[in-house]
């Protein structure tokens, strides 16, 4: 068995140990006779699972009290959704700082139940940074930012100030990469396939006083209100995937938590970065101080060299760092899960490259 370093964007590489661990458990899971996939999710042994996966996160993320956790279903796409028909009350307003491709949809959905205000955006530069100058509505119900911009490489290194207004955060692609202040945010969700597990479960953090403000008519699987009153537990929840997410919890616990991973993501990340800083032939064209921790877009000069890397890097057990198709060349995600070795043989890859195609 080999296994690969895998840039995918997402689903994208889990810890080793982790499927070492899943794979143990698979037949019989500690003495139960069945696999957790087979379980009724009543039971005691899989309340058990999702308590302590919630527990873990609490602990990781120093998830303050007065914040409920979620393992819902629908992906970070319905929280485009579900967060305005949630929280757009009472004014059925929103602010957006508009910073790529998925902030571009959150909008979208957004505007469908009321009046949605772009206070910045960084469209102008093809979202090759993170704007600062904006002013937030007072009369805003929320204001939605996309944390870590997935396709385009860029990450708000610092929030927004929001008053008393709610900062709602799209971290799909960047929780648990750096430690975070939860006070500062009314709601934060992401999809779990980047950074957290196997696609299935997204996890949902919101500040209590913000359950139960849906608008009519929104359905009762999509209030948070229903998540909230039954533990994730009002319908049949993500079983497995909720499983996958608290052994990835587990790991980043033995690790040394998240300030450990921050460290390391840091790390790997300038190896990355200063490569292509002294490099002639790669360009990453993200402005340098919110350049993404977790995804880094890069071209060579002809659409030539670009197939060409794809295709020898491949070859050399370097995969999936095709670029997302809006924005071409190549894309290296570097989460949580990849191994400061697999950046290094990227690095030294792309110098070997270099010299070869002059
Ligand atoms: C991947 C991604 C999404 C979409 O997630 P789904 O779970 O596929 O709906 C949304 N936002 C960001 C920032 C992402 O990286």
Redesign the pocket.
């Known amino acids: 068995m080999s296994r690969v370093y895998n840039f995918s ?2 689903p994208s590489m889990l810890p080793e140990a982790v499927l070492k661990k899943a794979a143990e458990e698979m037949l019989d899971y500690k003495g139960s006779g069945m696999s957790v996939m087979e379980m009724s999710h009543r039971g005691k042994v899989y309340v058990s699972i999702i308590e302590k996966a919630e527990s873990q996160l609490r602990k990781l993320m120093n998830i303050p009290d007065n914040y409920s956790v979620l393992f819902l279903q ?5 929280q ?1 959704a579900m967060v305005p028909m949630n929280l757009m009350a009472p004014n059925k307003k929103a602010d957006l700082i508009n910073t790529g491709n ?1 902030s571009k ?2 909008l979208s959905e957004a505007k469908m139940y009321g009046e949605v205000k772009v206070i910045a955006s960084s469209e102008d530069k093809n979202f090759t940074y993170i704007p600062e100058n904006y002013t937030i509505s007072s009369d805003a119900d929320y204001v939605h930012i ?1 944390s ?3 396709l385009e490489g860029t990450r708000f290194v610092e929030y927004p100030d929001t008053g008393n207004v709610p900062l709602v955060a ?4 960047d929780i648990m990469s750096v430690e975070i202040d939860v006070k500062k945010f009314g709601l934060i969700y992401a ?1 779990a ?2 950074n957290l597990g196997p ?1 299935g479960v ?1 996890v949902v953090i919101i500040r209590n006083d913000l359950i139960g403000k849906h608008i009519e008519k929104t359905p009762t699987m999509l209030r948070y209100e229903t998540h909230t009153k039954e533990k994730s537990l009002y319908n049949t929840p993500p079983t497995y995937s909720v499983y996958i997410a608290g052994l990835v919890f587990d790991w980043i616990d033995e690790m040394g938590g998240v300030k450990a991973i921050e460290a390391i993501n840091i790390e790997k990340a300038k190896i990355l970065y200063d490569f292509l800083e002294e490099s002639k032939m790669f360009i990453n064209p993200v402005v340098k101080k919110d350049r993404s921790l977790m995804n880094v877009p890069f071209t060579a000069p002809t659409d030539e060299l670009n197939e060409k890397f794809i295709a020898e890097s491949e070859k050399a057990g370097l995969c999936t760092l095709r670029g997302h198709r809006l924005i071409g060349g190549m894309r290296a995600s570097i989460y949580n899960a990849m191994p400061i070795e697999g950046v290094k043989k990227l690095v030294e890859f792309m110098k070997k490259f270099e010299m070869e195609n002059k």
């Open positions: 964007a997402g629908g992906g970070a796409s319905t485009f998925w949809k959150a996309t870590n911009n997935t799209d971290m799909s692609s999809g396939q980047k696609a997204t």
